[in-house]
């Protein structure tokens, strides 16, 4: 299962605010044994926005875009995911009438350009002040700010894909000492035919030229308990034997 992202937004791109998002998702993803698969940052120029919707709409993905569902200039993505399918926008009947239930007359004539959505969306509730986002095929678009975006993909999560919950997994990593990727490089390739279920990570430490000390990789593997076990296991016993140290 691919699960994608677009953080949207100027302000993110240019450092006025923090992206806080895809750790969240990432988070929130692992308590279902998901895992982000990618995720983009885009600022606020419709057009980018519905070139990049257009290619995930493609894709059988699963994808979650934060930010620029308002109705303020600067605010496209509700028109760029309309453009990318090549539907119009329509007022959400069920978004109005959340609207309306919140704001009374004041909903009109403003704030109902926010339930505006591509033609066959579904609403997505907002627990903080019943502005919906909205769903679309696999895409779920929810506003820019935290407090009202994580609960509403929480309820995506729960609501649109109950069942889509694997094994929960783990990382397991340790430290390989005096060791080059170049000298490993066969031993990594045999680890990775040997467990392909698995995630493989091989990170080596910087090295300081004011600091010399022997060069240090961290392995990392990722997966299902019982496959990582047994994969650090071979891959330790591998790594010892050939006359290395671990830590």
């Known amino acids: 299962m691919t699960i994608g992202a677009y953080i949207i937004g100027d302000e993110i791109l240019s450092g006025r605010r923090k992206d806080a998002h895809m750790a969240k998702l990432i988070e929130m993803l692992a ?11 885009l600022g606020d120029d419709r057009e980018k926005q519905a070139a990049a919707y257009r290619q995930s709409f493609a ?15 600067d605010d496209h993505s509700r028109q760029a995911s309309a453009m990318a399918l090549g539907v119009p926008l329509a007022m959400h009947p069920e978004g109005l009438k959340e609207l309306e239930i919140q704001f009374g007359a004041e909903a ?11 033609e066959g969306a579904r609403i997505i509730p907002n627990p903080i002040n019943r502005v919906a986002g909205f769903s679309i095929h696999r895409h779920h678009f929810v506003p820019g700010f935290p407090n009202m975006a994580w609960p509403m993909v929480e ?4 609501n649109e894909y109950p069942d889509l919950k694997l094994a929960s997994k783990i990382t397991r990593s340790f ?4 060791a080059r990727e170049s000298v490993l490089l066969t031993l990594m390739e045999a680890f990775v035919a040997r467990f392909p279920t698995v995630k493989f990570s091989s990170l080596p430490h910087s090295i300081d030229p004011q600091n ?12 299902v308990p019982e496959e990582v ?19």
């Open 31 to 41: 308590a279902r044994g998901l895992e982000l698969s990618w995720c983009h940052y």
């Open 59 to 73: 894709s059988d993905a699963i994808v979650f875009s934060f930010g620029g569902i308002g109705a303020t200039p």
């Open 108 to 118: 009109w004539p403003n704030r109902v350009k926010m339930v505006e959505y591509p």
């Open 155 to 158: 309820w995506v999560l729960e």
């Open 175 to 178: 430290l390989c000492l005096d």
């Open 212 to 223: 010399p000390k022997p060069p240090v990789i961290e392995f990392g593997v990722t997966g």
């Open 229 to 247: 076990e047994s994969a650090v296991v071979w891959l330790r016993t591998e790594l010892m034997n050939a006359g290395y140290q671990l830590a």
